[in-house]
Nanobody
Framework: QVQLVESGGGLVQPGGSLRLSCAAS????????MDWHRQAPGKQRELVAQ???????NYADSVKGRFTISRDNAKNTVYLQMNRVKPEDTAVYYC?????????WGEGTLVTVSS
């Protein structure tokens, strides 16, 4: 059983920055790919960024060059640094991983980009 707890969401102005965190339970965190997804009102959930166990990263085209995903295996935590945010980044952001064929999701953290 894996538990994922996101934090760091809130209100940010366009062009600003925010860092999301996802704390994961379990002692084998370092072995697994971790993802951030987001779901905007009225839209489907989409993959934002992904980081593998060896640190390789992948990003949605809409956030490339603005967002950075990273992980600290000693703290069982994955981060999403969001820079130069735009109103269209407004969404609930979810942490996700797949372990032993099971999908695990956090409850999400709301990010609102507005002036």
């Amino acid at each position: 059983q894996v538990q994922l707890v996101e934090s760091g969401g809130g209100l940010v102005q366009p062009g600003g920055s925010l860092r999301l965190s996802c704390a994961a339970s379990g002692s084998i965190f370092s072995r697994y790919t971790m993802d951030w997804h987001r779901q905007a009102p009225g839209k489907q959930r989409e993959l934002v960024a992904q980081i593998t166990s060896d640190g390789s990263t992948n990003y949605a085209d809409s956030v490339k060059g603005r967002f950075t995903i990273s992980r600290d295996n000693a703290k069982n935590t994955v981060y999403l640094q969001m820079n130069r945010v735009k109103p269209e980044d407004t969404a609930v952001y979810y942490c996700h991983c797949i372990q032993r064929g099971m999908n695990y999701w956090g409850e999400g953290t709301l990010v609102t980009v507005s002036s």
